[in-house]
Structure formats: structure tokens, C-alpha cells
């Protein structure tokens, strides 16, 4: 018999990301798994895909003119950079029922026992 399914991590958007993706319907605070920030990262670049991609390299994303590029840091990136540089613009949701079900921790007691 399999345990239980872990939840999903989730994550919010640095205030920067949010800004450029709000615009293909990021929500302010809200809490997004890692696929669902994804679909709205791509959402982003379909949007404006004539104007970012690369015309002799399709893998490659053209962003010096965009806020996307001010967001990364980057003139361009290719697939394989993607998830590092959305990583670095999204931060983990510590799980807090997950901390509220662990046992606490030992007291530390300063004095040797004699």
C-alpha cells in the first residue's frame, strides 16, 4: 500500500516577476505550484513571441528590450537556463501544517547532570 500523496510545493512571485506576469494574469500574493508558474512564464513569451525569440535560434529568447530581461538580468537565454532563472524569482512557501505536526525539539539545559 502506497502513503499519502506529499502536497505540492508551492511558491510565491518576486514582486518584479509579478509585475512582467501579471500581465498574462499572475495574481499578487498568491501561491502558485511549480507548473502553474510555468504555464503562466510561457503564457508570457506566446505573447510576445514574435518579438523575443531568436529568429536563427528558436531555443534562444532575445529579452534586452523586454522587462523580462530586466526581471532575469540577462540579454537572452536559452530552454536549458529557464529553470534557473525562474528560480531565482520565486521563493518557497514554508508548509506551516507541516512544522505545527513535527514534535518539538528538546529543551537544552546549560547544566551537567552530577
Do not use: H
Not at 512571485?13 to 505550484?33: H, W
Not at 513571441?49 to 526581471?71: H, I, T, W, Y
Not at 537572452?76 to 514534535?103: C, G, H, N
Amino acid at each position: 500500500m502506497e502513503g499519502p500523496v506529499a502536497p505540492q510545493r508551492r511558491y510565491t512571485l518576486s514582486e518584479n516577476f509579478f509585475n512582467v506576469l501579471a500581465d498574462v494574469g499572475a495574481e499578487k500574493d498568491k501561491q502558485y505550484e511549480w507548473k502553474d508558474v510555468i504555464m503562466l512564464f510561457l503564457r508570457y513569451l506566446a505573447k510576445r513571441k514574435p518579438s523575443l525569440f531568436d529568429p536563427e535560434n528558436k531555443s534562444r529568447v532575445m529579452c534586452q528590450a523586454d522587462p523580462l530581461g530586466r526581471v532575469f538580468g540577462v540579454s537572452s537565454f536559452t530552454k536549458d537556463e529557464t529553470r534557473m532563472l525562474v528560480r531565482q524569482q520565486i521563493s518557497l512557501v514554508e508548509d506551516e501544517a507541516l512544522y505545527a505536526s513535527l514534535p518539538p525539539l528538546p529543551s537544552c539545559s546549560n547544566s551537567a547532570p552530577r
